[in-house]
């Protein structure tokens, strides 16, 4: 089964930029996709934006487009969330997860799911 871990995270402040990375190990023939989740205190794991392996197709959340690029290199097996003019309000645990369908913002959808990376902004 398809181990994933997740790094990058960090805190910072509003207005700056951070790059998450999600390596897959063991990353098996039939995964399509991976995705970026995020979750906040007190609140739900949130769909941010997913790609696919072979063609790159990207899919984002109204939200975050335009702020977010979600990427890959399939020879190092890593997906990254570049994350540019970050605000308070993106503090959160981000997750990285495999998934067949790039298009569903569906948490079950999705699995396995990495550990998690922290990232914080303050104000």
């Known amino acids: 089964q398809v181990q994933l871990v997740e790094s990058g995270g960090g805190l910072v402040q509003a207005g700056e930029s951070l790059r998450l990375s999600c390596v897959a190990y063991?990353?098996?023939?039939?995964?399509?996709?991976l995705g970026w989740f995020r979750q906040a205190p007190g609140k739900e794991r949130q769909f941010i934006a997913a790609i696919t392996w072979n063609a790159g197709s990207t899919y984002y959340t109204p939200s975050v487009k335009g702020r977010f690029t979600i990427s890959k290199d399939n020879a190092k097996t890593t997906v990254y969330l570049q994350m540019n003019s970050l605000k308070p309000e993106d503090t959160a645990v981000y997750y990285c997860?495999?998934?067949?369908?790039?298009?569903?913002?569906?948490?079950?959808?999705?699995?396995?799911w990495g550990q998690g990376t922290q990232v914080t902004v303050s104000s």
């Open positions: 997860a495999q998934g067949s369908n790039y298009h569903s913002d569906r948490v079950d959808d999705w699995g396995p």
């Open positions: 063991r990353r098996t023939f039939g995964s399509y996709a």
